[in-house]
């Protein structure tokens, strides 16, 4: 498996270099964006290896044989396997069996929306789904570093144009702002397929209206000369650079001005934010204490930026985890002591008293518990999650 790792990990590299070729960029482009190679001793690398393996459980399941399109979150993603069963959306919307023609020495290879933010769109996010299930694969999916800052400067170096839409963000508020989009399609799973597609393609209203390094409203906005606009950290950092972080022009910081439509805009949407946390908490009071009285449910309120927050400071919550949640607080009561940007929760555990920053999706409200039997069922059976330092 470290073999395995470490030779699709390179594979993966050289396919990133490529791509930087291509685009008539310097092949190492990309570089500082990922681990360092080889890993320092005990460091665990943000790119990740997948095993998929048959499984006779889930045949019995009723699962639908076509898996819901997905796309990766990474740079890109190389996939081997004993079976085709793959199939990628074309630009027409077409859906074609991308690795029927593939041996057994043969990778797919899937470009991800990190790539395609990075390239400002000139590399498009590869759309693709599962039509065999029970065949056995390997995937690589080549990430980002988590402290990484995408940014597109290379791109408008080599003469691209740069719509607003890609500017610089770090890599992890990117990948959160994925995941609560992700989690908002999932909610929305009747709409209407061609409103899907612009939720995968587009930026959310809210990562627009905010500064990508903080996650803050740009209630503070100024404008450049070059017509972009930044505001909290992103400001200070283009103001310290002198340039613009998304066409790389030059700053002069006496020719800034206040963007007020920006900042107006900001306002409202922060304002609606604000009110639907209230609305949300207040309406899961009244349900405590209606008991039995027909309420609505928050979850099917009409905006998905609400279930970001579905908890309150001072409630008591159970630990579920994700898999880099260590051990020791899966499956703890805790108790919300502050809430964060993006859906994120300091809690601290009952029984040890030690805290720990958690995504809302990591918690679960101690009333609604399902029986065990329940929560398994809810778990993927296909995929064994598997991280390995390269360096080991
Ligand atoms: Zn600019």
Wanted: aromatic share 6%; hydrophobic share 35%.
């Amino acid at each position: 498996m470290d073999d395995a790792f470490r030779c699709l990990g390179e594979a993966a590299r050289a396919a990133l270099s490529a791509i930087a070729r291509h685009l008539r960029l310097r092949t190492n482009v990309f570089d500082h964006l990922l681990d360092d190679t080889p890993l320092p001793f005990n460091e665990v690398s943000s790119s990740e290896l997948l095993v998929a393996y048959s499984n006779q459980q889930h045949l019995h399941s009723g699962h639908v044989p076509t898996s819901a399109p997905q796309v990766d979150r990474g740079f890109l993603m190389l996939v081997a396997s004993d079976h085709p069963g793959i199939e990628v959306c074309d630009p027409n919307g077409q859906w074609y069996l991308a690795d029927g023609l593939s041996g057994p020495g043969d990778l797919l290879l899937l470009t991800g929306r990190a790539l395609s933010h990075v390239t400002a769109g000139l590399r498009q996010t590869s759309r693709y789904r599962i039509t065999n299930e029970s065949r056995g694969s390997l995937t690589f999916r080549l990430m980002p570093r988590a402290n990484a800052i995408l940014d597109c400067s290379p791109i408008s170096a080599a003469g691209h144009c740069v719509p607003q839409m890609y500017q610089s963000i770090s890599a992890s508020q990117f990948m959160d702002d994925l995941c609560a989009e992700e989690h908002a399609i999932s909610n929305h799973s009747e709409a209407p397929s061609g409103s899907q597609g612009s939720f995968v393609s587009e930026p959310s209203l809210r990562s627009v209206l905010s500064d990508p390094l903080s996650g803050a409203f740009l209630e503070d906005a100024m404008v450049l000369l070059c017509g972009h606009s930044f505001g909290g950290l992103m400001l200070k950092k283009v103001i310290e650079m002198a340039r613009c972080t998304i066409c790389n022009g030059e700053v002069d910081p006496a020719t800034l001005f206040p963007n007020l439509a920006l900042r107006a805009v900001a306002t409202v949407v922060k304002m609606e934010d604000d009110r639907r946390l209230f609305h949300n908490a207040a309406l899961r009071k009244r349900r405590k204490e209606g008991n039995g009285e027909l309420l609505l449910d928050t979850e099917n309120s009409p905006s998905p930026r609400g279930v970001q927050y579905p908890f309150v400071v001072g409630e008591r919550v159970l630990i579920m985890g994700n898999r880099r949640t260590p051990d020791k607080f899966i499956g703890k009561e805790a108790v919300i002591t502050s809430q964060c940007l993006n859906g994120w929760y300091l809690v601290k555990a009952v029984d040890s008293g030690e805290s720990i920053r958690l995504q809302y999706r990591s918690l679960k409200k101690v009333s609604e518990l399902q029986p065990q039997s329940e929560m398994r069922r809810l778990q993927p059976l296909t995929f064994l999650h598997n991280k390995y330092p390269s360096g080991s």
